[in-house]
């Protein structure tokens, strides 16, 4: 996966002409302890999860062109993260399918998944503290 990573990225701005940033850990505004570490920003607005899968699954997500259920809630955190990102690339790569070696799905906004996230983040960040404070005053 990461060994092809910047192969990837090169050949999503090669493709799309958009310039990537890479970046490195991001946190919530609302909350530090929200965080996610994108593989690549464009602005503000956009980003990139890149994936070099094996040859099965690369051709599953060119023909199902829909991000694998495995990875929907890493998606999903971009968006709980970062409340300016209006879109997201899943970014499949295998250099080893020469028709078709990238494949990028765009992924928009869906505050209702992004929503439920945050609800159950926020509870897991409450139900911490609240073990934490019990240990403390132990």
Sequence with gaps: GLRLESEAVAAFELETGKVVEKTGFCQSDDNDL??????RLIGETEALEVKCMGGKNHIRLWLTN???DDY???VVQYFVVNEKLEKLYFVGYNP???VHPLHVIEV???EEKIARAKEAQWKFIEEVEKIL???ITI
């Excluded at 929200?34 to 593989?39: K, L, Q, V």
């Design 34 to 39: 929200i965080a996610n570490s994108p593989d």
């Design 66 to 68: 829909e991000v694998p």
């Design 72 to 74: 929907e809630w890493q």
């Design 96 to 98: 080893d399918i020469p």
């Design 108 to 110: 928009k906004r869906d």
């Design 133 to 135: 404070k019990e240990i």
